[in-house]
């Protein structure tokens, strides 16, 4: 082999290794491709997860496992919205991290992934009494520039949980305890209500749709008054939609003194106890069917238009138990601007009449009246 073969060969084999070298490192780098993803939290059961707590200290918000639902302790275990918790534990399930940013705890706060400085904080442990972390996430600053969010997986792997990543989905977490809570309380169509009734101490009224029509009477106004119909008709559609603010278990130190009942078409009754205490106001629910539950007669061939109407009757009397059931014992905090619609008093819903004005007879321009003097430079006929 001549000289030159040798040394094209030899240039080859240089070039050969540094490539090779050039490989190996590049495929140690942290990859940020999509074929590089991979998830923060791989392989948790659910059904391990006895807690969740978002947040830490005094803040922190601890939701129960009770059952197949969860409860929130911080709301004297009131059931949370099922559909919430769903969503926050898919939520963190499919965050995904693109690149391992670092693995030393001098670099956590800087990042904002302590749990004092973190943005959130959430821990999924296992059932009490022996509650163990399952797997928790720390969610620090967004990236510079914003490619992204410092994210850090609790363990109980301390080499583990200093690793700090960056993630490229990162979900809003919510924080307040009210926002696992389904907070619509009553909704009902305007065009379903028969009558409301509203008791005050010192007095009471009742308002009714007028027939074939969307105005509202109010039922027996008294003597030279006349009913305002924009307050009459807030009043009447104030379930329209009712929501809460809060809610609590006790009932110490509230005086349930107001009443609002609700008759609707289907002979469903809800009826609300109101108190107020401190500027606040707050409403015990209850809904009762006052109709005649029907009941199946296999003797008898109905016509489907029966069977229907006592279908409706049914689901009306279930959906009575089961509001019921589920409200019973508890006080919900409602808005004072929707408070004002529950509890107005009949004289915030009248008005004086107006005395009809008394006609006057116009005069002729140059009549003289009867007893009306004559002016004394007057021409009078000779």
């Known amino acids: 082999m001549s000289n030159k073969n040798l040394a094209i060969l030899g240039i080859v084999t240089v070039l050969m290794v540094i490539w090779a070298v050039i490989q190996s490192r590049v495929s140690s780098m942290p990859r940020s491709g999509p074929e590089a993803l991979s998830y923060?939290?791989?392989?948790?059961?659910?059904?391990?997860?006895?807690?969740?707590?978002?947040?830490?200290?005094?803040?922190?918000?601890?939701?129960?496992?009770?059952g197949r639902q969860f409860v929130i302790a911080n709301k004297d275990n009131y059931p949370a919205s099922m559909s919430e918790i769903s969503e926050?534990?898919?939520?963190c399930l499919d965050i995904k991290i693109a690149e391992l940013y670092t693995?030393?705890?001098?670099?956590?706060?800087?990042?904002?992934?302590?749990?004092?400085?973190?943005?959130?904080?959430?821990?999924?442990?296992?059932?009490?009494?022996?509650?163990?972390?399952?797997?928790?996430?720390?969610?620090?600053?967004?990236?510079?520039?914003?490619?992204?969010?410092?994210?850090?997986?609790?363990?109980?792997?301390?080499?583990?949980?200093?690793?700090?990543?960056?993630?490229?989905?990162?979900?809003r977490i919510k924080n307040q305890a009210m926002d696992y809570i389904e907070q619509e309380l009553i909704s009902v169509n305007r065009d379903d209500i028969n009558s409301v009734t509203v008791s005050f101490p010192g007095g009471d009224y009742t308002l009714k749709p007028k027939d074939d029509s969307k105005d509202i009477v109010l039922v027996?106004?008294?003597?030279?008054?006349?009913?305002?119909?924009?307050?009459?008709?807030?009043?009447?559609?104030?379930?329209?939609?009712l929501r809460f603010d809060d809610v609590r278990e006790t009932s110490s130190g509230l005086t349930f003194d107001r009443r609002y009942v609700c008759k609707l078409?289907?002979?469903?009754?809800?009826?609300?106890?109101?108190?107020?205490?401190?500027?606040?106001?707050?409403?015990?629910?209850?809904?009762e069917f006052t109709g005649e539950v029907p009941k199946k007669d296999m003797t008898k061939v109905e016509s489907e238009e029966v069977l229907k109407e006592k279908e409706a009757k049914l689901l009306a009397w279930d959906k009575a138990q089961e509001f019921s059931a589920k409200h019973k014992g508890w006080k919900y905090e409602i808005a004072e601007w929707k408070a004002k619609d529950l509890t107005k008093e009949l004289s915030e819903l009248v008005e004086d009449q107006k005395k009809p004005e008394e006609v006057k007879v116009p005069q002729e321009p140059n009549s003289v009246s009867e007893n009306q003097p004559v002016e004394p430079n007057s021409v009078q006929e000779k």
Do not use: Q, W
């Open 40 to 66: 923060l939290i791989p392989g948790l059961d659910t059904t391990d997860i006895g807690s969740i707590v978002l947040g830490t200290g005094k803040d922190a918000v601890t939701m129960n496992r009770r």
């Open 88 to 91: 926050l534990i898919t939520s």
């Open 103 to 171: 693995d030393e705890a001098a670099y956590h706060e800087d990042l904002g992934v302590t749990e004092e400085k973190a943005d959130s904080v959430i821990k999924f442990l296992t059932p009490e009494p022996n509650s163990t972390i399952l797997a928790g996430i720390v969610v620090g600053n967004a990236k510079e520039l914003g490619e992204g969010t410092y994210v850090r997986l609790i363990s109980s792997d301390k080499a583990s949980s200093d690793k700090v990543y960056v993630a490229s989905n990162m979900p």
């Open 220 to 241: 027996n106004i008294p003597a030279g008054k006349k009913a305002k119909s924009s307050e009459c008709d807030r009043v009447f559609a104030a379930l329209a939609n």
């Open 265 to 287: 078409n289907d002979s469903t009754v809800y009826t609300l106890e109101i108190a107020k205490k401190d500027d606040k106001t707050y409403v015990s629910c209850l809904a």
